[in-house]
């Protein structure tokens, strides 16, 4: 059969792809957000979350304008304390830990650990012993891109048992934490578990704990293909809810967002491959893809904004990275538009790729270089 495409641009000459892909950090975006966040939420001590994005010059900033840290390994640990954050500031969320993680990071000077089970409990205080402990609550992840309630979190019944526990064995039994889902669309999302929340903390002092810290978790959005609410509406949702849940004495506050804080900060430059036609689909093949920095395109659950070198018309393609692997295409079921005079040699960028990137890229698979990151 004739292909009714047309044949992609042709080059006598391509030189070849020696710099992309990387990831391009804009720091002072970052921590303009940072400072977004913190004024919509007074009183509530920001952690940026290391896992999302944890490149040294980041941390730095973020720490010289106040930020604390949410950490979730020892590595993290270090990054944070190399950042210049101390170690009392940082909370250790990973609610299933190593015991040797959890002992290296103690040593390291870090005393508040999240939990969500009794094993873990009892985990924590023969590893730390001393330390406080937030019981993570489970939640319905309604609303957000990425739900994260079937791998942790527990009933509220389970944390009153989970912190009367921790006390007997000499630990702090803080408070409660819990996570509404990563990017999370809808701010009312915090309403329901800080209600529980506060039935936990209710409960608990009726057993004589002195429950006194929430940890409100992370979920604030970046800006995809779909736009996002501003940081004000959730603090003002977070607010209002905490206001109906405990009244005139809520407990002390903290979050733990990552994605909200970095994800609009960087862009991921990469080159076009190649460019073929396959049963009269066009398929845009990148040098990078599912396994070197786009693992969150894995089910298409997050749909990056596109900007190319190239003009003119565009058409529908399927957008797909340089490995071997059949499972590395970004977008099939929802084909992205780009020009249809895209050629080998051109760049791809991909928006609000700043969170979630260079810290899912290595070098196994394939032999591809981990994720370079060039700050600015």
Known sequence: MTSTLPLPRQRSAVAPTT???????DVPAAVDRFVELAAALPGTAVHYAVKANPEARLLAELAAVGSRFDVASPAEVRAALDAGASPETLVYSNPVKRRDHIVESAELGVRLFVVDSLAETHKVSQAAPHSQVLCRLVTSGNGSDWPLSRKYGCSTGE???????????????AG?????????????SWGAPIASSARVFKLARQRGLSPRLLDLGGGFPAVYDDGCRPMSAYGEAIERHLHLAFGDAPPATIVEPGRGIVGDAGTLVSSVIGVIERAGVRWVFLDAGVFTGLVETLGEAIRYRLATTADGPTGPCVLAGPTCDSADVLYQDRMVELPIDLAEGDKVRLLSAGAYTSCYSSVGFNGFAPLATRTR
């Open 19 to 25: 710099t992309t892909p990387y990831l391009e950090l």
């Open 159 to 173: 944390a009153v048992e989970v912190l009367a526990r921790a006390d007997e064995l000499g630990l702090d039994a």
């Open 176 to 188: 409660v934490s819990f996570h509404v889902g990563s990017q999370q669309r809808d701010p009312e």
